[in-house]
């Protein structure tokens, strides 16, 4: 079954920073990785989707990229802001055990300190 | 605008009291699930459907029941709800599965509280 690992589980950087977010899968037959941005008590928005197929993605500020045969996926995020202070999850799409669905890890919760 | 969209946003309901909550998307997603979140469980899937009048059990599925009868449309049912059920509840929708490289939408939740 598969499993994702994010690391850390917190995080906290002053305004202006540059980070990295990592996520960690344990079967690479996977079809595509997202990521998602969750504010508190709402719903999940879509940062930047990896086709199984792809290297990385990049969205303004926000750069992630995907290494299937490691298991392992990075988001990293450019002079971080205030506004980006959130809880950020990754997710892999698979069909293991004929059962389709993401997978998502448990989340990096990030804050930015003004 | 594109959207997946959970009706209700909050509900507090008592024990076996039967209720529904309703999900739809306007993009025309062949693909519909249903997940729950808890503290220090992250998100599982409940259950899911990859088209109309097809729907299969996610990993927690006891208690609850779902239909797909109109492609849009998702409804989650909680036939007697339980305590254990209180949870944020999410609905999400993506293409198709035989276009596994697309992306999922997520509704904005419904926090349901048990008591």
């Known amino acids: 079954k598969q499993e994702v690992t994010q690391i850390p589980a917190a995080l906290s950087v002053p305004e202006g920073e540059n980070l990295v977010l990592n996520c960690s899968f344990t079967d690479s037959a996977i079809y595509n990785l997202q990521w998602f941005r969750q504010d508190p008590g709402k719903g999940l928005t879509s940062l930047l989707l990896i086709q199984s197929s792809q290297r990385e993605q990049t969205s303004g500020r926000l750069n992630a990229s995907l290494d299937k045969s490691s298991g392992r996926s990075t988001l990293y995020i450019a002079a971080s802001q205030p506004g980006d202070s959130a809880t950020y999850l990754c997710?892999?799409?698979?069909?293991?055990?004929?059962?389709?669905?993401?997978?998502f890890g448990k989340g990096t919760k990030l804050s930015v300190i003004p | 605008e594109a959207q997946v969209t959970q009706n209700p946003r909050y509900l507090i309901t008592v024990t076996g009291k039967k209720l529904t909550v309703t999900c739809s998307q306007n993009?025309?997603?062949?693909?519909m699930s249903w997940y729950r979140q808890d503290p220090g469980l992250g998100l599982r899937q409940i259950y899911y459907?990859?088209?109309?009048?097809?729907?299969d059990k996610g990993d927690v599925p006891e208690g609850y029941k779902v239909s797909r009868k109109e492609k849009r449309n998702f409804p989650l049912i909680l036939e007697s709800p339980s305590p254990n059920q209180t949870s944020l509840y999410f609905c999400?929708?993506?293409?198709?599965?035989?276009?596994?490289?697309?992306?999922?939408?997520f509704g904005q939740g419904t926090r349901l509280t048990v008591v």
């Open positions: 997710a892999v799409w698979d069909s293991g055990a004929g059962s389709y669905q993401l997978t």
């Open positions: 459907s990859m088209n109309v009048e097809v729907t």
């Open positions: 999400a929708s993506s293409l198709s599965v035989s276009y596994l490289n697309t992306e999922a939408f």
């Open positions: 993009m025309n997603h062949e693909y």
